[in-house]
């Protein structure tokens, strides 16, 4: 079982982590992209021009990266070995909706998991191919959906540590 001081330094990286997602978010608000989109374009750039793409791409890619930062906390925290392989970024989030016995319970739920699974598969083309290959419909549906994202990983990450709390800060 987790100590309570490993456990307490686990809420700090998370809170943390957490605390730069909300950056990131209150930037795509300022540009008026979160939490719903109500513009047509970036500083003038057409939504669907390769710049604005590469913009919006990085935010949505830095947001992945962020959430994936606190999954493997969480499973260093709690002694589990990271996935290795071609699909380890996807074993890692597949493992946060796995309750372990004696250990810890699930971090976030399958609903949430398909959900980041869609930011997951962004990050993952994002960084392997040209900013001018970004398919921009397919993008800006998902920063459409990056509220819904955000309130659910939130809303299971908070249900968590609520529950984890009772067992770990007795």
Known sequence: MISR???LTLKARVDEELDNIKRLETTLKKLRLFPKIQTDNINGLSMDDEISCRVIGSYLHDYYCGLERIFVYFAKSFGETLPTGNQWHKDLLEEMTLSISGVRIAVISKKTMLQLDELRGFRHVFRNAYGFNIDSAKEQQLLANLSDISTAVKKDITVFFK????????
């Open 5 to 7: 001081v490993e456990y």
């Open 163 to 170: 529950q984890m709390d009772k067992l770990v800060l007795l």
